[in-house]
């Protein structure tokens, strides 16, 4: 990017960061995921860092908080606010120790590292002013507390958002209702050799539960409810009326203390300052540790990122700051942030890119799927430089230009999909993207079948549509053909010596020899992979096909409970299956058998079937009465292909009518052969724990699973209860 173009785009950046500012840190909306406007100052401090003299005093990444709103009484802080800069990768923390290490001068510099969680919270400030004898009223009996020597007691004087930085909101008004901030502290007794601060600025963070948010929403009308805990809690605490944030349960975890102060006090570490909070009556969170290696604090944000859905509060991450103060001090700060410190976010499930390109994917069924090219951008873990637009329809709504920023959401699995466009950062002259009519692989004019949303190719013939079909055949969950990928399939095409998926069981070592691709490694590798295959498990083989709304799932379904012929042959070949009985004679079909019995059931009869529809019955009937398919089926059983039916289906369906749900991780058997095991004893295995749930298999490290299973009496089974369950109820 020249200068030019990184100034204009500097300045949208600005522009919709504190837009989104003003709403989430002034008026308590969230107009889009905090991780959306993290992935915006990434790129804000990435273009600033390429053009340093486009950066002005006023730039979001300059500047602490936000512009306040006027309704309540400004106050300055005692001492200038700090914001955190993040970091969202393991390369990310080392980066920032060879700046630390660059920064003291000293190249072997160790470091040890105290965390605690990052509390998702309204950055609070609590003044405490040291005071004589106090007279306080326990149970009715007048008591003195402190008498300026010792310890030393302090009361509360005053709170404060933290605002611009400089100066915040005083909200003690609504600050003195949280029932875990203590209107007295007293200094513990190891301090009373020191010369006591007059006043003590503690930083925390003021929360709300997960359970609370949930009890206030029930209250608002849906037009006034919380997005999530911290905008409720920022909502709360700038209430003028106090009684209004008394009803709503607020917390507050601290974690700071001026540095003036804890000089003062002789605090040495920053262990030693959470230490003294907790010990002078302060809320702390209590899963604060030190560490002595940046290895150990990543397994730790690893375990933490896993057990977060089962806390009660909100955390987006883990703070990780340099435990030893006096090398804080040496360490300094920028101009916003201190080089001692990082918060280390969670891995972002959405994020901003750039659309670069849209082009048209031809799949195995002939739909058309537009997929947008994106400027790379991290989520979940992975780089993502794709993301689906599903069809003209979302294309229109979302109303996408070439060009665009775009909201890229992507959860575990899932494939990424462009969410939302952000308008503000549109580039000038940009123009919409318009739905081809014809097919990007072979020219035939679209349809669009009534009553779907996808365009389809027509043509049986479409070299698009053949290419993904035989990579579908031979992918790991269909007939698992290892060396089969994307541009193996096209070198066979183009050679002639594949047209459907029958073609590949006639391959011969001097076919493949003569391929630019392959040398005679490779060429035996692929051989034996196909040889394996001409064994195939039933529901594989029914995936494999490519037929329309026959995904993973239902055929495992048909592959259990269709009435296939029971006089099926005997292999005694050595095929493993899901429950790891390698050697057994397996009952099998022909590819023609299966075909015939698909195409003799009735479909009133198929979509009886629990989990098996009217739309998935006639697309069964159509693909098995279709004479192509009969032919590359009768291709298939000459190509020595034989399906091997589950094993049990008739003798073993000790778990009909139970649903499973499965947590964590269960290291002896695997959560798919787990899974394998309740289907062919009948068995459903669910994604989510419910009312009707019958059992919980739990294994190690669980998620909240868990606690939803004890919160509706599930009955929990562990892997040895579970394989014991399997032998002693077959």
């Given at each position: ?10 300045e ?22 905090e ?11 990435q ?19 936000a ?12 001492y ?15 980066e920032?120790i ?33 005071t ?23 009361r ?16 003690t ?76 349960d ?26 003294f ?9 209590k ?12 397994a ?14 909100d ?12 090398m ?28 670069l390109?849209?082009e ?76 081809p009519?014809?097919?990007?692989s072979?020219?035939?004019h ?14 049986p013939?479409?070299?698009?549509v ?98 296939w ?38 479909k ?27 032919v ?46 309740i289907?062919?004893?009948g ?31 599930v ?5 040895q ?6 032998i002693?109820?077959?």
């Amino acid at each position: 990017m020249d200068k030019n173009h990184g100034k204009e785009r500097i300045e949208k950046l600005k522009a919709e960061i504190k837009r989104l500012n003003l709403a989430y840190f002034t008026e308590n909306r969230s107009l889009v995921p905090e991780e959306v406007r993290d992935s915006l100052k990434r790129e804000l401090m990435q273009l600033e860092t390429q053009f340093p003299d486009l950066i002005t005093p006023d730039s979001p990444t300059q500047r602490v908080g936000a512009p306040l709103d006027g309704r309540l009484p400004k106050r300055k802080h005692l001492y200038p606010k700090e914001s955190l800069q993040d970091a969202f990768s393991r390369a990310d923390l080392d980066e920032w120790i060879v700046q630390m290490r660059r920064s003291l001068g000293k190249e072997h510099a160790t470091f040890a590292f105290e965390t605690e969680l990052k509390i998702d919270g309204l950055n609070m400030s609590l003044v405490y002013e040291r005071t004589l004898t106090q007279t306080l009223r326990r149970g009715g009996i007048r008591v003195g507390v402190g008498d300026g020597k010792g310890g030393g007691t302090y009361r509360f004087i005053r709170a404060v958002t933290r605002g611009n930085g400089v100066e915040g909101e005083d909200v003690t008004h609504t600050v003195k209702t949280i029932e875990s901030i203590p209107m007295f502290l007293h200094v513990p007794a190891t301090y009373a050799h020191k010369t006591l601060p007059k006043q003590m600025e503690i930083g925390g963070e003021v929360y709300l539960e997960k359970a609370s948010l949930q009890r206030i929403n029930e209250t608002l009308p849906e037009e006034e409810r919380f997005s999530n805990p911290r905008n409720a809690a920022a909502g709360s605490v700038r209430q003028l009326d106090p009684q209004v944030t008394a009803s709503r349960d607020l917390k507050m975890f601290c974690y700071a203390l001026d540095n003036a102060s804890a000089d003062m006090l002789g605090i040495a570490m920053q262990k030693q300052l959470m230490d003294f909070l907790r010990d002078s009556g302060l809320p702390v969170e209590k899963g604060y540790r030190v560490f002595a290696s940046i290895d150990q604090v990543e397994a730790l944000y690893r375990r933490i990122g896993k057990e977060r859905d089962s806390l009660p509060y909100d955390i987006d991450g883990l703070v990780i700051k340099v435990n030893d103060r006096r090398m804080q001090k040496d360490l300094g700060s920028t101009a916003k942030a201190p080089r001692y410190a990082r918060a280390l976010k969670f891995e972002a499930e959405q994020g901003t890119a750039e659309i670069l390109d849209i082009e048209l994917q031809v799949g195995r069924t002939g739909a058309i799927t537009p997929v947008a090219h994106l400027s790379p951008v991290q989520l979940a873990g992975t780089t993502v430089t794709r993301a689906t637009l599903f069809n003209e329809d979302e294309i229109k709504r979302l109303s996408v230009h070439i060009g665009d920023t775009v909201i890229v959401r992507k959860a575990g699995d899932i494939i990424p999909e462009v969410k939302e466009v952000l308008m503000n950062l549109r580039k000038k002259g940009s123009k919409a993207f318009h739905y081809p009519k014809s097919c990007p692989s072979c020219g035939t004019h679209l349809l669009r079948p009534e009553g779907e949303a996808v365009h389809r190719c027509p043509n049986p013939d479409c070299a698009g549509v053949r290419h993904e079909r035989l990579t579908h055949f031979g992918s790991r969950y269909a007939m698992n053909i290892e060396g089969l990928g994307f541009e193996t399939v096209d070198e066979l095409i183009k050679a002639g010596l594949v047209s459907d998926s029958g073609d590949i069981f006639f391959l011969k070592e001097p076919d493949l020899l003569g391929l630019p691709l392959f040398k005679e490694k490779k060429a035996g590798n692929l051989l034996a992979a196909i040889d394996r295959a001409r064994s195939a498990p039933l529901e594989r083989f029914l995936f494999a096909l490519g037929i329309r709304h026959v995904g993973r799932e239902t055929a495992d379904i048909l592959a259990r409970s269709v009435p296939w012929p029971k006089h099926g042959h005997s292999s005694a070949g050595s095929h493993s299956t899901s429950s790891g009985q390698a050697g057994q004679a397996d009952t099998t079909l022909t590819p023609s058998e299966v075909g015939r019995t698909l195409h003799a059931m009735k479909k009133e009869n198929l979509f009886t079937i629990d989990g098996v529809g009217d739309v998935v019955a006639q697309s069964l009937k159509a693909w098995a009465g279709d004479t192509d398919n009969q032919v590359l089926l009768k291709k298939l059983e000459h190509g020595g292909v034989v399906c091997l039916l589950p094993h049990g289906i008739s003798v073993t369906q000790v778990f009909a009518g139970k649903t499973f749900v499965l947590t964590g991780m269960l290291p002896a058997l695997g959560r798919e052969e787990a899974k394998a095991m309740i289907k062919e004893r009948g068995g459903k295995v669910s994604s989510s724990v419910s009312r009707k749930t019958d059992y919980l298999l739990l294994g190690a490290e669980p998620g909240s699973k868990l606690e939803e299973a004890e919160k509706f009496n599930v009955k929990i089974v562990g892997e040895q209860e579970f394989k014991k369950m399997c032998i002693e109820r077959c």
